[in-house]
């Protein structure tokens, strides 16, 4: 599989990582180099196997609703790069018309 | 004896016999990391003073009544993508620099309720993501026995810290390989135990279907000691497994390998292997042998089809997990962002090193709509195929061993530059985390120029006992565990 620099480009978007022009050119000849290597998985014939999203062969694991201590207001915002009272402080979202 | 060269099961018996007090643990453990740490570099965090004052207090405490627990007054190194409490948590990412958690992982609690003692965060490649670390984004730690070497990775403070006795013993981190190869790098004993076998909550998450935390030690009897504390269900990690723990102290009883079967994968042992390498893994299977294990061949045909499941499924896991580190609520924020979109994009160009990038990249582009199916599924039904084998081989025989890592330790620089390079150089550990088997890398040799080798010992879920003892029995017989660096 060939990376272009258009399809790093899209998938940098989709990871809302904003790249560089270097490293456009860089991820598109590795991701491709790494791509390479993961397509000798077709020389495996999969047809009827089921895949494996984990091993523990769990479903749903329940437990009781009931109500625990929770993490407190101060120490949830301790970590906060920008506060507002008890709240996380972000940019504005909706646009003003 | 000086106290640092002392196992963690010396250490705790001179402790609970009133021969040495914490203080003096504390002390002597601090005066070695003084030596040495400059030139190791293992640490991404120290608590010094914390744990002064700790280990006078433990003392005030237990004069005249010595009734400790099994890891009381123990001095431990934890791998800096555990949660620790009121002490800064990295992943030795500029993302999380100054990111202290506000609770302890469950591990981590479950030492604190023995009253260890915390000497430091050891250091990693940027998330777990390495294997070396070199991805470090405070620079890499060195392996002790070759400065100029990597430790392994992602673990690789962990390990170095325990090779240069700047900790009685650490925890790490294993999703590819990161307990068992900077184990073997640094000739020191490394247990990833099962998946589910200890709870992950508190873990800062890489790739949750093969994540899976251990202990990195000096010799079996103490990764056994170690599992013992942090082994078990937990209810804040739905996928503990809810099943008893066994002491797994008493797996080490049995001091041979009658009617053990061993198996040895031929794939393993194909090109690429180092020759010094495989004289010592070949060496160690003879001791097997020696010891009453019966020895078969095995196949597991899928073997090399494992890395590149392995990239496709940790990174799309990657990608997911990863997603949490927006600068909104914890973490590094980008300044001067003109709207929401922009601050994620600019707070994670500037948090993300190279290879979590890469990966994240990777992993978005095989999830992504037109690539799905041909990457992720078929991945993951590949991942079932080597689940197949290792089931298969498993009929056959109780144990599997295989070298460790294909060589010993590289040389910084040496394959940084080509990430495909050093994802093969997780070969032999990554089949295990698709399967989720517990397996253990312990030192079994030295190369001609002096570095140690390991070898890795594979068994069936939920039974570490047989590859303890069967490590342990190994141990005995060859004493490669007593072997120490020169740190120069």
């Known amino acids: 599989m060939n990376i272009t620099r258009e399809d790093v480009e899209k998938v940098a978007t989709l990871a809302r990582l904003h790249v560089t022009e270097s490293e456009k050119a860089a991820f598109a000849k590795q991701l491709s180099e790494i791509l390479a290597h993961v397509e000798q998985l077709s020389r495996y014939d999969t047809s009827g196997v089921e895949p494996t999203a984990t091993v523990m062969g769990q479903v749903n694991v329940f437990r009781d609703d009931v109500v625990r201590p929770s993490l407190p207001t101060e120490k949830a915002l301790a970590n906060a790069p920008e506060r507002e009272g008890d709240g996380f402080c972000v940019p504005k979202i909706i646009e003003e018309r | 004896m000086s106290i640092h060269k002392l196992s963690l099961c010396e250490l705790q018996k001179k402790f609970s016999a009133g021969e040495v007090s914490a203080a003096e643990i504390v002390r002597a453990y601090a005066l070695r990391i003084g030596q040495v740490e400059p030139k190791v570099k293992a640490f991404v965090t120290q608590v010094k003073d914390a744990a002064s004052a700790q280990a006078e207090a433990l003392d005030r405490h237990l004069k005249g009544w010595r009734k400790t627990k099994p890891l009381t007054g123990m001095p431990l190194a934890i791998k800096d993508n555990l949660c620790t409490e009121g002490v800064a948590t990295t992943c030795s990412s500029r993302m999380l620099q100054h990111f202290v958690p506000p609770y302890d992982a469950t591990v981590v609690a479950r030492l604190r309720e023995q009253d260890y003692i915390l000497l430091g965060k050891t250091n990693l490649d940027e998330f777990a993501m390495g294997s070396s670390t070199e991805n470090s984004a405070f620079g890499p730690s060195r392996n002790p026995w070759d400065l100029h070497r990597v430790p392994g990775g992602s673990s690789g403070g962990s390990a170095a810290a325990v090779a240069a006795d700047e900790c009685v013993a650490a925890l790490g981190s294993d999703t590819g390989g990161s307990i068992r190869q900077p184990a073997a790098f640094c000739g020191v004993v490394g247990l990833k135990p099962t998946y589910g076998r200890v709870s992950r909550y508190g873990l800062v998450a890489f790739a949750s279907s093969l994540d899976q935390i251990g202990p990195i030690t000096k010799d079996v009897r103490d990764a056994a000691f170690l599992l013992n504390a942090i082994a078990g269900h937990d209810p804040m990690d739905s996928t503990s497994a809810d099943r008893p723990v066994p002491d797994y102290m008493k797996a080490l009883a049995k001091k041979d390998l ?91 160009q500037e948090g993300f090193g190279p290879e979590v990038k890469r990966r994240i990249m990777l992993g978005t582009y095989v999830l992504s709509a037109g690539y799905y199916d041909a990457y992720y599924g078929k991945a993951q039904a590949v991942r079932t195929l080597v689940c197949q084998d290792f089931a298969a081989a498993f ?94």
């Open chain 2, 258 to 348: 009658k009617k053990v079967r061993v198996g040895v994968p031929r794939e393993f042992f194909a090109e690429g292997l180092d020759p010094d390498v495989a004289h010592a893994v070949t060496a160690a299977i003879e001791e097997l042998k020696q010891l009453g294990a019966e020895i078969k061949e095995i196949q597991l045909p899928r073997t090399d089809a494992a890395v590149a499941v392995y990239y496709v499924l940790a990174t799309a896991e990657a990608s997911s997990n990863l997603a949490r580190f927006d600068g909104v609520k914890f973490g590094l924020r980008a300044k001067e962002t003109k709207d929401l979109l922009d601050l994620y994009m600019k707070t994670r």
């Open chain 2, 395 to 488: 009929k056959e025989v109780d144990v599997i061993v295989t070298p460790a890592t294909p060589t010993p330790a590289f040389k910084l620089g040496e394959k940084s530059e080509d990430p495909l390079q050093m994802y093969l150089s997780d070969i032999f550990t990554i089949s295990v985390n698709l399967a989720g088997l517990p397996a253990i890398a312990l030192p079994c040799g030295v190369s001609r120029g002096g570095l140690p080798i390991g070898m890795q010992l594979i068994g069936r879920a939920f039974e570490e006992e047989t590859i303890l003892r069967a490590a342990h029995a190994y141990e005995q017989a060859t004493q490669w565990h007593l072997r120490k660096p020169v740190i120069r």
